[in-house]
């Protein structure tokens, strides 16, 4: 019966306007890109304040491409925020092919969240595996995106499940369907193979008081954050920057799935959840935890780093407790070659702040 009403439901969207034409798709990408850019804005400031505390000689190429010289060898690199020249197009496509990606972990027995592979068509092979995933699904693009284009969270209903599957097919034919993981979300930082450091990313939160509505909460909270977008000049002073939480949709939709809304009322001490993940330009906040990561995931994603053969990445890791990598416990779910240094500066505990733009400097020129 549910069969049926699934293609019933599928001939009746069949019979939805044509798709928007390729002009507009790509001023759709273009604007999300766009956003997108603007968390990876700040790295050249940190790069460029890395530079020259190591005494390196730094080019100002065009507005935003800085190049950046050792004196003594002559060895040259050039920086666009976190596009850099140290991996070819090569890697960067391959480290963006997800669906390899995931391949290749399950052969080096690293483990990733269970999903299938599907196309915008195929929505309905999407519909049924939520049927195996009591937490939720994600479906995000396959192949060439990062920082969250395209990716749609916990999408339940035949109807949802479409919609994120039309959209992500925006970016990519081929589609990613996964199991939602709860926990964590961390990422860690490699340069020539070795650990650098590594961030947790918090999704933006409010704490109940009893008398407060969790509209009042967040605006409570947006007070003295940033603007979206407002990045001050680089300074002790001026970080780490948190920017406001907004009162939208996807706000909306995380305090529904726990049966809040923007006018409820949470009892006191309790903590509601505003996104499903963190992102930094929606309220979320970074901690340094280098320290209290377990050595076994440090390794597992030097693993995969290694067999990639990428000189600068960024392998993002969901897990329970970074202190412990017991099996079950966490999931590797992604490798980037252009990780945002912002993860590691604009953490809050600040006495923990790594200098990972030097770090990254020195190991190069070396």
Known sequence: MKTNRLIQLSSSLAMLPAPPTLHLLHRVQS??????????????????HA?????LQ?????????????PRTGLYYNFLNSYT??????????????????????????PVPRHIIVTKNEWIQAVAFSRECPGGIVIKPARDTGDGLGVCILPGTPWEIFRAAAFASIFSKDL????????????LLY???????????????VTGDGRTSVRGLIRAANRGRRQIGDIPEYSSETRPILYQIPEDGKVRAALARQKFHFDSVPPSGSVVQLQEICHWLWGGSYWDVTEDICPDLVNAGAKLVKALGIRLAGVDI?????RHCDAGNYVINEINTTPALLVHYEVQNRDQCRPVAELILERLFR
């Open 85 to 110: 020249d140290f991996d070819g197009l090569a890697s960067l496509r391959l480290a963006a092919d997800k669906i390899y990606c995931y391949q290749l972990m399950q052969r080096l027995q690293l």
């Open 176 to 187: 990613l369907v996964e199991e939602f993981r709860r926990g964590t979300n961390y990422r």
């Open 31 to 48: 604007r999300l890109r766009a956003r997108s850019s603007a968390s990876h804005a700040p790295d050249l400031t940190y790069l460029l």
């Open 58 to 70: 730094v080019d100002f190429r065009t507005d935003d491409i800085i190049g950046v010289k050792n």
């Open 51 to 55: 530079a020259r505390r190591l005494q």
């Open 318 to 322: 969901i897990a329970e407790d970074i």
């Open 191 to 205: 340069c020539q193979g070795e650990f650098v450091a590594a961030s947790s990313r918090l999704p933006a939160t």
